[in-house]
């Protein structure tokens, strides 16, 4: 079966939503399908058996039309998978009219959608040209099932993948009854793992990160940038720090700065409050690693403890927590008033308000101070890893919704895995 998969953001892209479409299309290779990339001119850091990557577009505005079509009649595929965020596709108009264009083209041919999060075309972005033409399709809409942020996405669409089950509630407001055709698939582990060899992983990532053997480590692990809490967590960090001197932070990940132009000096401003709140040297930025490295996954090893303090609480989407929770860490993170129920405080997650360093800090010296506690919340992580963020689990659920999907051997699952 060949399947085409739709994604704006694709390696060597930083972005997680990169990595995240890189370690899908393995997945589905590893079960035998023959898997073809179309993505954006420059993302062409992938070439291995079964994955073909087609790095046209110039843009994905509605001058990209023709190319889009030629693209679709040459490849012919059995079934579409677009991976969608607003911004990953520059926030553009014709993004969003891409199954209506595929169906057109393919008939007959099944359009999956995925969201990677809530986020559609933003019209301030687009040309007075594309808005107009947004306009004329939303006129000439007269079943009222074109979305003015969305476009087709949600009406043209077989199925809809959604990663966190809170995003259902939004899309059923826009377009009553989509829910109908929303599977629940969370993103899971998004980085390559390293090897579990006894602690010399855990020992490497330790002397990388400069943690000494009775340092109590606690990983931050994501990109940088506003919403992740990471002022909370630096002043929560203070506090500790003046009662337990052995205590360090290391901050996995680099900026992203294009998705915030109003903040491109978000990372030196959160280093500027590590100096002047007298942190600095418990503090580890690694910056960036590579997508096709197990840097990311050796530091994971390396720590005791992950703290997520995420602004807007924690959700099933978050590939940040799927990866922690795949190393077995006790997790630390925020919850709001939407909190899903796959979380359990103080079974497989420790929680705490959004914005409150205090409690934040609090939690952190409970789980150094309690071994019984950080086992518990680890054997959580692994079993919630297993039941929600296994990419075998993911991509049987993936498989299901293709035609004559093809089942896949013990040997070809081993190899879907991005840990090998």
Known sequence: MKVLVISAAFPPMQAGEATNAYHLCQSLAGRGLDVHVLTSQGHDGVSECGITVHPLMRSWSWLEVPRLVSFLKRCSPDVVYMMYLGWTYDHQFMSTFVPTIAKRILPGVPF???????????????????????????????????????????RDSESIVLLSGRHEAILEERLPGVSRKCVLIPPPVNMRMSAEDGGATRERGRKALGAAPDDFLLAYVGFIYPGKGIETLLHALEQVSRQRTNIRLAIIGGSLAREFPDRPSYLEE????????????????????????????????????????????????????SSAAAHGLPIITTQDEFLETQFV?????????????????????????????????????LQLAEDWYSWQAATDKTLALFPRHVAASPEMVLRASPGH
Request: aromatic share 10%; hydrophobic share 40%.
């Open 345 to 381: 405080h103080g079974e497989n997650v420790y929680l705490c308000p959004p914005k409150s360093a205090e409690t934040l800090a609090s939690a952190i010296a409970s789980l150094i101070d309690d071994a019984s506690l950080r086992r518990r919340l680890s054997e959580g992580s």
């Open 270 to 321: 959160i280093q500027a409050r590590a100096r002047a709140l007298g942190i600095e040297q418990n503090v580890v930025w690694t910056g960036e690693y590579r997508w096709d490295s197990c840097d990311g996954s050796t530091y994971l090893r390396a720590a005791d403890a992950c703290v997520l303090p995420f602004d807007t609480g924690v959700k099933l989407n978050n590939s940040s927590f």
């Open 112 to 154: 999956i959608t995925r969201f990677e999060n809530i986020g559609g075309a933003a019209p301030e972005t687009n040309s007075f040209m594309s808005r107009m033409i947004r306009k004329a399709l939303f006129a000439c809409d007269s079943r009222g099932d074109v979305d003015y942020q969305f476009g087709t996405l949600l």
